[in-house]
């Protein structure tokens, strides 16, 4: 078991035949995911390692049944190529691109939001399952099959914090970036709840970041799980950031600091780590029957089902 | 990028926001000029940064000496950290109540957010939630007249005040999505003695990564000296106040190598992204960027995925070679894609690295407090 | 029983202010239906005929519980006015304006789509179900509580036949104006089916005319339904009419001509009536058993539930 | 509202469609310096119908001069049915292959429709079913490029030519939407010799009900001098060929009006609708419209709904008043609200009313065929 993608996700890859997307189509096949088409418009007919491409999702779709797609294609046309593939119908969309203008970011969500695509990134590093398929561009060797889902904002944090997971032992269910972008599809509760329901998960690992309200949310959401939660923050001794005019401060109304979102995962049971590498440790407290610290932590069993 | 409050007022004009009649100017002559056209003026200056009315940068002038006069005062001087080169000079409102209204990406819902209050003006951000109406939008249909009027309604407008809120609302939603905006604000939304509602204030923050769509806006730069030639190399960086200049790779990792130099008693001298898979070129104008600071101590955190520790390595050596030798203590922490390489080409000049952040970290910190940096970098300081 | 509208539908009138709306409002209210508001942006505060305006559809909804709306807001206003209505939820939104620009009502369908709200119209007299609710302009004396369902693209033709109908002892279930427009809101297959369903309708009337394939659709689903059907068709004597250019002739492909639908309609088993007035005695007869004509008639009873 | 051909291509050109290089003239000389101009040239006339190929209205010079004599020919002349006063001289183009390309709205669809076929020019009405490929767009979004390559690609367009197909229906769409388009056609979309795609013809209506939202687009004036005058009064009103001038209000009740007309042997000279609530003055204005065309016969079907009956009789008899009588036979057929004011009204003057559409079908047709309508109206033929 694992969470969005697994062994049996058959995968598209938008912008097959550029740079970024030939060389990580290669690592993702070589990692062993099912990598059935390329997409580049213009390219149909081509081949990336083996790999056929076609001029349009729907093509790939129609001859390879693909139901995954991660896209590498320039900002400026993301947010054609995220509305082909919802539109074509896929379950899962991977957008490892950056700088997507944010307006098209949330025309992205409203239309993937409208026909039920699960969206990841922006901006994102991707979805790995480790040992089933790797969706995306993280480094395959930080990663081990195992118990732990992590769930992380930003990419070579996470990398580093689930490497010293591998280090020690502790192997991943599914590791999800969401993305470094002000607008992303997936957000942390949206994870925690699948992998509150996936029974390869024994507990998960929350790496934040400060800005936004979105571990505050997942605070929320965590006082009710039934796993065990641990938590990196980053941002500590970041000065007051520039703020986005009132309505910035507006919005988050106090949230978003450093300390505010310490507070509320606290208050939620999570055990938050100084230092990057204390999460190892922590992870293996909470599943060795260490539990959330918190007392508004869950009743059930803390090791899982 | 921000707009100067004349420019997003230009933007206002264009689509039909009322906005009051102003001259922008950068000498006192011109200033007079304004007023002796306007009659009673504010005088503002443009700077890309708030609360510049407490700062004492919005005064008043009733004659064109006045204005001038007042010009000359604050031309040249700095506001909020922030050198004044050009004011606006604008016709002086009878200003009766001041709502407040903004439109801004929310995050958390994906979407636009129309925040607006009838208790606009200066202390905005203290206002009690009840008396804020916030609506996002969906950005599928735009906001249609309707939504305006909602907002209104909510607001408890009535009559002409309630049509002309609705009017505004719509144009700067308009705004907002033609032009790519994170943020437009109107604050204070001013409802005049006779009746008008006018934009009194006025800013509008466009998407940097939106910004080839627009190419008739104004450019406007922003931004220490070397905060600009970071971000010519696409690089990004923010300069801090310590004395331990830092490059990683990735948002979170080079925030959570901040947090951790400042753990161990340390003061980070800037912020430096490099990440997303820098090749050797940028790296190495990374590298000279920060020594150009002449900090105390220099961090180099690499944890290679797509970013190569070959490259890395021989962007440190390119540097060390085009100013022969690092000038300050370097300490290198470098795992990762091409881990191997990376290191070797390192020690066959000499320089050593670590394999975590917490001896990396631990070292530059007692490296910046000698300062030297000792037997690691096996260079000199300048 | 009656399709879409009935005695407990809580009506609100957008444009309750203007001439048309104030008009209609009294007529509405008079014949019984529940009238619950009036909308009118700028207006709130004001009644009409005891019936309170607000300025938006929300407070309507608030204060009231409406769930269907009839708009008569000026042609310019209409997509917003029907937005308005949708977006706060309403079941059925009868659109009586004319002359709304047809891009705006492409966006009017499909938003009414992605939220499941039934549009009736633009251009059309509205929907009455006899006894029960009135929501339009038509002359409430052509009608009489009874089990004729009647399903209409032109407004004075159906009166016309309407009352008929009611003259002959033949009252109606439910009578729908579909409009007059090129893109409307219900077409005749979903009514048929809310007839095809409905137990208080024994037998349906489709007043149709040349243009368009609508009537060639309704032939289609006929053949399927257990409930006998008469219709007339307008447009005989019309001379080969100005075409849309080549597009419209690809989009109908000779379809739409008044001999195509005529012969769709009764190989699907519909009695055509050749003159208006012969409307009625084909729906005695086929109420009375007379049946179908077609070879591809319901195997069902014929006179209904 | 139809455009003409060379309107539509200056919409098409200034949105990047290209278009072959042309000039609008009126005489022959200004024809014969466009050729000059532009060297071997197409000379078309421009007139609202298609066909006009066929028709001989598309002519070729190869010089100057031939462009004069060409233009000379045509300017004046009729083109089905239509009178030539302009036409466009455009530069010949070497023909590879043609293409069919459009978009209208697809009532049943609810949404607008992309029809493209690689076998387009004169004959696409025939091109069978298989080689037609129809998208229906969801009007949300618009129609983003992915679908126009999904088109492309339907079609069995590869390299450059699907390149500049996809661009040219992003184009065409966007022109469509912006527009308020009931249908925008390319026809023949022309694959040159040289590889690129050009417009070779092109159609544009705009739908009348969204005309005040394009105050920038030209006004064409299309129909007979009646029509149009009807059309000013807010009439829907079409000439047919027959002499039995009929007046009724909806459009459903007046089609089937002329279909009872023709069920007993008499032929409608027009199609008049004064339906949605006219009052007194459009419907005056209406039967005045149709008295002009000199019918042997009127008849007035009204079943009053929002149409009041009394106004219905006042219109008849200020039209009596104006006109000293009404000159050709009237028959009247009065039922439904204010019934029995607009029968009372009428009989004070001698006129009558039935109360069927059968009898007052059947008295109509059987007027025109006598030259009198006889004890009905009580007046006298002109």
Sequence with gaps: ?305 | MKLYEHMAKEVFGRQGIPVPPGRVVTTAEEAADAARELGEVAVKVQILAGGRGKAGGIRFASTPEEAGRVAEELLGTEVRGLVVDRLLVEKKLAIDREFYLGIAVDGAARRPVVIASTQGGVNIEEVPEKLLVRQTVDPTWGLMPYRSRQVARRLDLEGSEARQFSQILVRLFAIFRSLDAELVEINPLALLEDGRLVAADGRLNVDDDALSRHPDLPRVEEGTETERRAREAGLSYVELDGDIAVMANGAGITMATLDIIQHYGGRPANFLDAGGGAGVEPMARAIEILLSRSPRALLINIFGGITRCDDVARAILKVADARGGIEVPLVIRLVGTNEEEGLALLKERGFEAYRTMEEAARRVVAAAAAGNGGDDSGHTRR
Tied chains: 1, 3.
């Excluded at chain 1, 076609?54 to 993301?78: K, R």
């Excluded at chain 1, 990419?155 to 192997?171: D, K, R």
């Excluded at chain 1, 002000?182 to 029974?199: I, P, Y």
């Excluded at chain 1, 590498?277 to 992870?283: D, P």
């Design chain 1, 1 to 305: 078991m694992a969470i969005l993608v697994d062994e049996k996700t058959r995968v598209v890859i938008q912008g097959a035949t550029g740079n970024q997307g030939r060389f990580h189509l290669a690592q993702m096949l070589a990692y062993g995911t099912r990598v059935a088409a390329g997409v580049s418009p213009g390219k149909g007919g081509q081949e990336v390692e083996g790999v056929p491409v076609y001029d349009t999702v729907e093509q790939a779709v129609l001859h390879h049944g693909v139901n995954a797609s991660v896209i590498f294609v320039p900002a400026p046309f993301c947010k054609d190529a995220a509305f082909e593939a919802i539109d074509a119908g896929l379950g899962v969309v991977v957008i490892i691109t950056e700088h997507i203008p944010v307006h098209d970011a949330m025309d992205i969500m409203a239309f993937a939001r409208q026909r039920g695509t699960v969206v990841v990134g922006p901006n994102t590093f991707g979805v790995i399952s480790p040992g089933k398929a790797k969706l995306g561009i993280m480094p395959a060797q930080a990663y081990a099959p195992g118990p732990v889902g992590i769930v992380a904002r930003s990419g070579t944090l996470s990398y580093e914090i689930a490497a010293a997971l591998t280090a020690a032992g502790l192997g991943q269910s599914t590791v999800v970036g969401l993305g470094g972008d002000r607008v992303a599809g997936l957000n942390f509760v949206e994870v925690l709840k699948r992998f509150e329901e996936d029974q390869a998960t024994q507990a998960v690992v929350l790496v934040g970041e400060i800005g936004g309200t979105a571990e505050e949310e997942a605070a929320e959401y965590i006082k009710g799980m039934s796993k065990p939660a641990v938590a990196y923050v980053a941002g500590r001794s970041a000065p007051p950031g520039k703020r986005m005019g009132h309505a910035g401060a507006i919005i988050e109304r106090g949230r978003g600091t450093f300390e505010g979102k310490v507070r509320a995962l606290e208050a939620a049971g999570v055990r938050v780590a100084t230092l990057p590498w204390e999460v190892a440790g922590l992870v293996e407290e909470v599943l060795s029957g260490g539990g959330p610290a918190g007392e508004t932590g869950p009743e059930t069993p803390l090791d899982g089902e």
